[in-house]
């Protein structure tokens, strides 16, 4: 008789699963490669070194707000709020530097410091009152885009080039943010897949209800993923900062449904109990690709708005199919 170790899956699970990541990796490369090859016939520029490192290097926002994201959508929450919490942290770091003479370095960790704060306070309600994290997340934008216009003056601040270290080009025209923010996806993987609290998470996200019987307190761990997506709201700050040199009591606005989008594409489950960073990867990349090759094909914003939703909709009837297809197989 086989035997397997407590708390592993059996052999044959184990290889059914990796096979299904892979092919999840497969699809999504797949997928990413076809709008490459449609953009580039219909646009001559666009097959260039410079489009793809242009991407590159505007995408380290999305990438780690997209990262947090995922680990909320798979304890099974959602957070509105991460597009205003981007602009709170960079008014409040416009603040310090302009009004309060403070450093780069202090001024940033005040601007962490308030979007990690705007993130406990969402995770904190809605662990401390049980309300959906929907419902929360979405008083929380309206309390922090209106903290930013309060900071600014409802202005735009302009603070310099303090922070233009992390959009300036290095080796091969990739910038310093676009290889922080993949350490964070490198890091965050590893954490959610190789780690005890990944695992916890995803058991939360799966069936809390067991988690609790099993002994362990799952609100904790819920309220930190919250603070952990409200930090990088405020990473995501530094990173459009250094591109922009000023902070804009309006950034942001709108980017909490690029970000959902990013992530659902990438396969995580809107039902929570399922994800991976790598895919989320995947799905910055097409969302990316998609909104730069709509462009230099001359598409003009409604209809580039059409075409986004249409894929956003798509995914989320592909995670539907997945998920009943997986509780059938149960």
Known sequence: MKTTTAGQAPAPARHRASLAVLGTYLGLAAALLILIVLFSCLSSHFWSYSTFSTIANQIPDLMVLAVGMTFVLIIG???LSVGSVLALAASALSVAILSWGWGPLPAGLLGLACAALAGTVTGSITVAWRIPSFIVSLGVLEMARGAAYQ???SRTAYIGD?????ADPLLWGISPAFLIALAVTVLAQLVLTRSVFGRQLIGIGTNEEAVRLAGIDPRPSK???FTVMGLLAGVAALFQLSRLEAADPNAGAGLELQVIAAVVIGGTSLMGGRGSVVS???GVLIISVLAAGLAQVGAN????RIITGAVIVIAVVLDTYRTRRARGRG
């Open 77 to 79: 929450g959602i957070d």
């Open 151 to 153: 900071l600014t003056g």
């Open 280 to 282: 989320t990867f995947f």
């Open 301 to 304: 914003e409604p209809t580039k």
């Open 162 to 166: 303090a922070y233009a270290w992390l």
């Open 223 to 225: 309220v930190l993923v």
